[in-house]
């Protein structure tokens, strides 16, 4: 049994088109689990006109990504999920996703499974999951190490962020849930992966499930779209910034190899404060 769980706050548009896709899908999953942490913008209505077969969660506006995402996985366990596939609000799945997402999980049954991302604007692949090197806080892209022809099947990554993620029941038994209380909205995605691997469990990018994805609709995004000292602060130190420095300290103290914490903590910490302005 499969449950579909997506995070919800606004963006009635993307939501829309994201349940539009899971509708069309060559495999349904048994439920879909929205959690609308508070939308005020007509999101309660679509969900409720369009969508009635959605179990929908509520929050207040104040669960972030990583209490949301939590409530809903507690929802589908209950449910008697197998397996959970998390995904975002701003994604549409090909019409075999999930097929080819359980086609997968038969082959590794017990490996958390990411997506493919394509650009949904330039239909050119986007993301495929990291190698991190923990020395230098960096990660290698595996799109940019493969070939085109190499861009199939099954290939292990270090790292995968939970936008098309699917994770199986047994590692929410071993590991627990995302951490919601120090990583409450980016990074747990990552912090829950690399926690996973250390148990055992292993982490691959599934080339052949796609999913079609916007992203310069992320939060960050907008952030660092415009150069201004304000947003240099939101980026840095606003909890729905991409280079929150307290998270990244959190993050890194919570999975960075004793031996490369004082360098890895380091490095990354200029590249946050110094790449807001490059990239």
């Not at 097929?99 to 490996?111: G, S, T």
Request: glycine share 8%; aromatic share 12%.
């Amino acid at each position: 049994m499969i449950s579909v769980v997506i995070p919800v706050h606004n963006r009635k548009k993307f939501t829309e088109e994201c349940l539009n896709s899971l509708q069309m899908q060559t495999f349904r999953a048994d439920h879909i689990i929205v959690i609308d942490d508070g939308s005020t913008d007509g999101t309660r209505e679509l969900l409720r006109e369009k969508f009635p077969h959605v179990n929908v969660l509520r929050g207040d506006g104040n669960l972030f990504w990583t209490a949301a995402i939590n409530l809903g996985i507690r929802k589908a366990l209950y449910l008697g999920s197998d397996h959970v596939l998390t995904l975002n609000n701003d994604t549409v799945a090909s019409m075999d996703f999930i097929e080819k997402m359980v086609r997968a999980a038969r082959e590794a049954p017990d490996a958390l499974l990411g997506a493919f991302d394509i650009d949904s604007v330039t239909r050119k692949p986007y993301y495929g999951g990291e190698l991190i090197n923990w020395k230098w806080s960096s990660s290698k892209f595996l799109l940019n190490l493969l070939k085109e022809d190499q861009q199939k099947g099954l290939h292990e990554v270090s790292l995968f962020p939970a936008r098309g993620l699917l994770i199986p029941r047994r590692v929410f038994e071993t590991i627990g849930f995302f951490e919601e209380r120090q990583l409450p909205h980016y990074m747990a995605d990552y912090d829950f992966t690399l926690k996973a691997r250390r148990k055992g469990f292993k982490i691959y990018c599934n080339f052949d499930a796609r999913i079609y994805t916007y992203p310069e609709e992320g939060g960050d995004h907008k952030i660092r779209k415009h150069k201004t000292f304000k947003n240099y602060v939101k980026h840095l130190f606003d909890i729905k910034g991409g280079g929150n420095l307290v998270n990244f300290t959190i993050y890194t103290f919570r999975n960075c190899p004793p031996q490369y914490l004082f360098p890895g903590l380091i490095t990354g910490l200029v590249r946050r404060m110094v790449g807001f302005w490059l990239k």
